[in-house]
């Protein structure tokens, strides 16, 4: 069985400081790695995402994340976040082939950034 | 292009009623998945139907049922409301069951009272 571990449950950060999001997951199979954005009352806007490749991944925002098997993890990273980043951000796997495609979510982790 | 679209937005029911869920995919998509996500946890998958077929089900009980139409589109149904249901349930959308990429919906906030 597969999981996703978002180590904290929030994380509070000022303007223009760097941040930080931790997942890790843990499967006996291969795996593609999503992060999803959630604002208040609204659905998941995917970030990024990593199917195979360069293990450092670019998405949207100015947000990147890194997959290191080793550690089985996949941290969200942005240099500088912005009042308007302030959002719940879910960290997903999705089993790498197979015909069902449902992704397995973490708890989310809150970013809260003040001003 | 229109995105992802459900209804309703948000729906009060009370215990032991019954409920519709409805969403539509984007335009070529042929897959539907249901995801329920209760107040400060992830979203859980329910349902995935690819082509009218049931491809795939969460843990959830039988009084959770879903079906989709020709025109793709989808329906989540919830038999005998439990206080335990009220969620926020994510439709997503994608073109094939192994793809990729999934486009979530607004969602359908459900309070049961």
């Known amino acids: 069985a597969q999981s996703v571990t978002q180590l904290d449950s929030q994380v509070p950060v000022f303007e223009e400081a760097p941040v930080e999001l931790r997942c890790n997951y843990s499967?006996?199979?291969?795996?593609?790695l999503f992060w999803y954005v959630q604002y208040p009352n609204q659905g998941l806007q995917l970030l990024l995402k990593y199917l195979s490749g360069s293990t450092l991944v670019k998405g949207i925002n100015g947000f990147e994340a890194e997959f290191n098997k080793s550690q089985t993890s996949f941290h969200l990273r942005k240099p500088s976040v912005h009042i308007s980043d302030t959002a719940e951000y879910f960290c997903a796997v999705k089993n790498y082939g197979g015909s069902q495609g449902n992704l397995i979510f973490g708890k989310g982790t809150k970013l809260s950034v003040k001003p | 292009d229109a995105g992802v679209t459900q209804s309703p937005t948000h729906l009060i029911k009370t215990r032991g009623q019954q409920v519709t869920l409805r969403c539509s995919p984007i335009s070529g998509h042929k897959s539907v998945s249901w995801y329920q996500q209760v107040l400060g946890q992830g979203p859980q998958f329910i349902f995935q139907?690819?082509?009218?077929?049931?491809?795939g089900r969460g843990n959830f009980p039988d009084r959770f049922s879903a079906r989709q139409f020709p025109n793709y589109s989808s329906e989540l149904n919830v038999n005998a409301l439990l206080l335990g249901d009220s969620a926020l349930y994510l439709c997503?959308?994608?073109?094939?069951?192994?793809?990729?990429?999934?486009?979530f919906g607004q969602g359908t906030r459900l309070t049961v009272v």
């Open positions: 139907y690819y082509e009218k077929e049931e491809r």
């Open positions: 997503a959308s994608s073109l094939a069951t192994a793809n990729t990429e999934a486009f």
């Open positions: 499967s006996s199979v291969s795996v593609y």
